[in-house]
């Protein structure tokens, strides 16, 4: 799991490296996986709905 997550974030840092550096840092592995963003990064997150395949959102 470590080195698939690794290898993703290095390939979203290869597009997106502000995005790339915040994630890794964030992204913790080991035993268990978490993402502990820091506040200071400023990161925030926004979610919306979305169509797929034409199918509306729940």
Do not use: Q
């Amino acid at each position: 799991m470590t080195r698939a997550l690794r290898s993703a974030i290095a390939r979203i840092t290869e597009a997106l490296p502000d995005a790339g550096r915040a994630l890794d840092r964030a992204v913790r592995t080991g035993t268990f996986c978490a993402f502990e963003p820091d506040r200071a990064d400023g990161i925030r997150f926004r979610f919306v709905r979305s169509r797929v395949n034409g199918t509306p959102p729940r």
